[in-house]
Protein backbone atom coordinates (compact mmCIF):
# COMPACT_ATOMS: atom_id res chain seq x y z
CA UNK A 1 0.00 0.00 0.00
CA UNK A 2 1.46 3.64 -0.82
CA UNK A 3 1.53 5.56 2.32
CA UNK A 4 3.04 9.27 3.51
CA UNK A 5 4.20 8.79 6.69
CA UNK A 6 4.36 11.95 8.76
CA UNK A 7 6.56 13.17 11.99
CA UNK A 8 5.29 13.44 15.24
CA UNK A 9 3.46 16.84 16.45
CA UNK A 10 5.26 19.61 17.53
CA UNK A 11 4.97 22.40 20.33
CA UNK A 12 7.33 25.71 19.60
CA UNK A 13 7.56 28.82 20.99
CA UNK A 14 7.51 31.41 18.58
CA UNK A 15 11.03 32.62 17.33
CA UNK A 16 12.10 28.53 17.49
CA UNK A 17 13.10 27.04 13.62
CA UNK A 18 11.41 23.43 12.94
CA UNK A 19 11.70 20.68 10.31
CA UNK A 20 9.37 18.17 9.81
CA UNK A 21 9.48 15.13 7.46
CA UNK A 22 7.17 13.26 5.32
CA UNK A 23 8.19 9.29 4.47
CA UNK A 24 6.93 7.79 1.53
CA UNK A 25 6.63 3.52 0.74
CA UNK A 26 5.71 1.29 -1.42
CA UNK A 27 6.36 3.30 -4.52
CA UNK A 28 9.51 4.97 -6.51
CA UNK A 29 9.61 8.42 -3.99
CA UNK A 30 11.50 9.83 -6.64
CA UNK A 31 8.98 9.83 -9.34
CA UNK A 32 6.16 11.96 -8.01
CA UNK A 33 5.79 15.37 -6.70
CA UNK A 34 5.20 15.81 -3.38
CA UNK A 35 2.66 18.82 -2.06
CA UNK A 36 2.29 20.38 1.50
CA UNK A 37 -1.14 21.87 2.51
CA UNK A 38 -1.75 23.51 5.42
CA UNK A 39 -5.03 23.65 7.32
CA UNK A 40 -5.38 26.25 10.38
CA UNK A 41 -7.91 25.43 13.18
CA UNK A 42 -11.48 24.87 11.53
CA UNK A 43 -10.89 25.87 8.03
CA UNK A 44 -9.91 24.80 4.62
CA UNK A 45 -6.98 23.42 2.49
CA UNK A 46 -3.98 25.67 1.47
CA UNK A 47 -1.48 24.70 -0.99
CA UNK A 48 1.83 25.51 -0.20
CA UNK A 49 4.00 24.10 -2.37
CA UNK A 50 5.57 20.97 -4.21
CA UNK A 51 8.13 19.41 -4.35
CA UNK A 52 10.21 16.77 -7.13
CA UNK A 53 12.12 15.10 -4.58
CA UNK A 54 14.74 13.40 -7.78
CA UNK A 55 15.91 16.93 -8.68
CA UNK A 56 14.67 18.89 -5.72
CA UNK A 57 12.62 21.50 -7.49
CA UNK A 58 10.64 23.44 -5.81
CA UNK A 59 7.58 25.43 -6.58
CA UNK A 60 6.12 27.99 -3.99
CA UNK A 61 2.41 29.40 -3.68
CA UNK A 62 2.95 32.92 -3.59
CA UNK A 63 1.47 33.01 -0.11
CA UNK A 64 4.22 31.05 1.15
CA UNK A 65 7.33 32.05 -1.18
CA UNK A 66 10.07 33.30 2.09
CA UNK A 67 7.57 31.81 4.79
CA UNK A 68 8.95 27.91 4.76
CA UNK A 69 11.38 25.91 2.87
CA UNK A 70 11.16 22.77 0.81
CA UNK A 71 13.97 20.02 1.05
CA UNK A 72 13.83 16.66 -0.06
CA UNK A 73 15.86 13.39 0.72
CA UNK A 74 15.45 11.15 -1.92
CA UNK A 75 17.92 8.74 -0.49
CA UNK A 76 15.66 7.71 2.38
CA UNK A 77 12.33 8.48 0.42
CA UNK A 78 11.76 11.69 2.73
CA UNK A 79 10.56 15.41 2.10
CA UNK A 80 10.45 18.05 4.90
CA UNK A 81 8.98 21.39 5.76
CA UNK A 82 10.73 24.03 7.67
CA UNK A 83 11.07 27.14 9.34
CA UNK A 84 13.42 29.35 10.58
CA UNK A 85 11.44 31.68 12.85
CA UNK A 86 7.95 30.29 13.71
CA UNK A 87 4.85 32.76 14.62
CA UNK A 88 2.00 32.36 16.73
CA UNK A 89 -0.42 32.18 13.50
CA UNK A 90 2.22 29.18 12.11
CA UNK A 91 -0.69 26.94 14.57
CA UNK A 92 -2.55 24.47 12.08
CA UNK A 93 -2.28 21.22 10.82
CA UNK A 94 0.34 20.31 8.14
CA UNK A 95 -0.59 17.74 5.42
CA UNK A 96 2.06 16.02 2.84
CA UNK A 97 0.38 14.46 -0.02
CA UNK A 98 1.82 12.41 -3.49
CA UNK A 99 0.62 14.40 -5.98
CA UNK A 100 -0.49 11.69 -9.21
CA UNK A 101 -0.66 13.43 -12.62
CA UNK A 102 -1.08 12.60 -16.08
CA UNK A 103 -2.30 14.55 -19.00
CA UNK A 104 -5.48 15.82 -17.94
CA UNK A 105 -5.15 16.76 -14.28
CA UNK A 106 -2.72 16.57 -11.17
CA UNK A 107 -4.36 15.42 -7.87
CA UNK A 108 -3.65 14.39 -4.24
CA UNK A 109 -3.46 10.77 -3.31
CA UNK A 110 -2.70 9.59 -0.75
CA UNK A 111 -1.93 12.33 1.77
CA UNK A 112 0.06 11.88 4.84
CA UNK A 113 -2.18 11.52 8.03
CA UNK A 114 -1.10 15.27 9.20
CA UNK A 115 1.72 16.75 11.48
CA UNK A 116 -0.33 19.44 14.51
CA UNK A 117 2.21 21.84 14.81
CA UNK A 118 1.90 24.74 17.98
CA UNK A 119 3.27 27.66 18.59
CA UNK A 120 2.85 29.62 21.61
CA UNK A 121 4.74 31.43 24.26
CA UNK B 1 -6.68 35.36 -6.68
CA UNK B 2 -8.64 32.58 -7.98
CA UNK B 3 -11.23 30.46 -5.63
CA UNK B 4 -13.29 28.07 -6.10
CA UNK B 5 -16.41 28.60 -4.30
CA UNK B 6 -18.79 25.91 -2.25
CA UNK B 7 -21.83 25.83 0.03
CA UNK B 8 -20.67 26.33 3.46
CA UNK B 9 -22.97 23.18 4.74
CA UNK B 10 -25.56 20.53 2.96
CA UNK B 11 -27.88 18.73 5.20
CA UNK B 12 -29.69 15.17 3.92
CA UNK B 13 -31.59 12.33 5.61
CA UNK B 14 -30.16 9.10 5.51
CA UNK B 15 -30.78 7.17 1.77
CA UNK B 16 -31.50 10.94 0.37
CA UNK B 17 -29.17 12.43 -1.96
CA UNK B 18 -26.75 14.88 -1.40
CA UNK B 19 -25.11 17.32 -4.20
CA UNK B 20 -22.30 19.63 -3.58
CA UNK B 21 -21.11 22.09 -5.93
CA UNK B 22 -18.05 23.74 -6.85
CA UNK B 23 -18.16 26.93 -9.06
CA UNK B 24 -14.59 28.78 -10.23
CA UNK B 25 -14.48 30.64 -13.80
CA UNK B 26 -11.38 28.43 -15.36
CA UNK B 27 -13.55 25.13 -14.25
CA UNK B 28 -14.39 24.69 -17.61
CA UNK B 29 -10.67 24.76 -18.68
CA UNK B 30 -9.58 22.62 -15.70
CA UNK B 31 -10.25 18.93 -14.26
CA UNK B 32 -11.46 19.18 -10.95
CA UNK B 33 -11.19 17.14 -8.09
CA UNK B 34 -12.90 16.20 -4.54
CA UNK B 35 -11.59 15.10 -1.43
CA UNK B 36 -13.73 13.60 1.74
CA UNK B 37 -12.40 15.11 5.18
CA UNK B 38 -13.91 12.99 8.08
CA UNK B 39 -12.89 14.87 11.55
CA UNK B 40 -9.15 14.18 12.82
CA UNK B 41 -8.22 12.59 9.91
CA UNK B 42 -6.72 13.56 6.31
CA UNK B 43 -8.49 14.24 3.18
CA UNK B 44 -9.32 11.32 0.61
CA UNK B 45 -9.79 11.55 -2.82
CA UNK B 46 -13.34 10.51 -3.79
CA UNK B 47 -13.16 11.64 -7.28
CA UNK B 48 -10.94 12.70 -9.43
CA UNK B 49 -10.98 14.54 -13.53
CA UNK B 50 -14.55 15.45 -12.73
CA UNK B 51 -16.12 11.96 -12.94
CA UNK B 52 -13.44 9.12 -11.86
CA UNK B 53 -13.76 6.92 -9.02
CA UNK B 54 -10.88 6.18 -7.49
CA UNK B 55 -10.93 1.69 -6.47
CA UNK B 56 -12.28 1.53 -3.03
CA UNK B 57 -14.59 4.34 -3.00
CA UNK B 58 -18.06 3.47 -2.91
CA UNK B 59 -20.24 4.05 -6.11
CA UNK B 60 -22.79 5.88 -4.29
CA UNK B 61 -20.09 8.69 -4.95
CA UNK B 62 -20.15 10.41 -8.92
CA UNK B 63 -19.22 13.64 -9.87
CA UNK B 64 -19.97 15.68 -13.15
CA UNK B 65 -19.23 18.81 -14.77
CA UNK B 66 -21.29 21.91 -16.80
CA UNK B 67 -19.56 24.71 -17.23
CA UNK B 68 -18.60 26.55 -14.47
CA UNK B 69 -19.76 24.43 -12.16
CA UNK B 70 -18.74 21.03 -11.17
CA UNK B 71 -21.20 18.63 -8.77
CA UNK B 72 -20.17 15.97 -6.04
CA UNK B 73 -23.05 13.72 -5.67
CA UNK B 74 -23.64 11.07 -2.89
CA UNK B 75 -26.41 8.85 -3.47
CA UNK B 76 -28.35 6.89 -0.48
CA UNK B 77 -26.42 8.98 1.93
CA UNK B 78 -25.06 7.16 4.65
CA UNK B 79 -23.74 8.03 8.30
CA UNK B 80 -20.89 7.72 7.12
CA UNK B 81 -20.52 10.04 4.75
CA UNK B 82 -20.60 12.60 7.31
CA UNK B 83 -17.44 15.11 6.33
CA UNK B 84 -16.11 18.09 5.25
CA UNK B 85 -15.62 17.94 1.42
CA UNK B 86 -13.28 20.08 -0.82
CA UNK B 87 -13.10 20.30 -4.83
CA UNK B 88 -9.42 20.92 -6.28
CA UNK B 89 -8.55 22.35 -8.96
CA UNK B 90 -5.95 24.08 -10.83
CA UNK B 91 -5.80 28.43 -12.57
CA UNK B 92 -2.93 29.84 -14.82
CA UNK B 93 -1.38 31.64 -11.43
CA UNK B 94 -0.34 27.94 -9.62
CA UNK B 95 -1.64 24.75 -10.45
CA UNK B 96 -3.66 23.89 -7.25
CA UNK B 97 -6.44 25.79 -5.87
CA UNK B 98 -8.83 24.35 -2.95
CA UNK B 99 -12.47 25.19 -2.72
CA UNK B 100 -13.86 26.73 0.32
CA UNK B 101 -14.94 23.40 1.86
CA UNK B 102 -18.67 22.26 2.70
CA UNK B 103 -19.87 20.18 5.64
CA UNK B 104 -22.10 17.69 4.87
CA UNK B 105 -24.59 16.49 7.72
CA UNK B 106 -26.06 13.64 7.87
CA UNK B 107 -29.84 14.11 9.67
Known amino acids: EVQLVQSGAEVKKPGESLKISCKGSEYKFIDYWIAWVRQMPGKGLEWMGIIYPADSDTRYSPSFQGQVTMSADKSISTAYLQWSSLKASDTAMYYCARIVADSEGNWFDPWGQGTLVTVSS | ?107
Open chain 2, 1 to 107: SYELIQPPSVSVSPGQTARITCFGDALPKQYTHWYQQKPGQAPVVVIYKDTERPSGIPERFSGSSSGTTVTLTISGVQAEDEADYFCQSSDSNGPYVFGTGTKVTVL
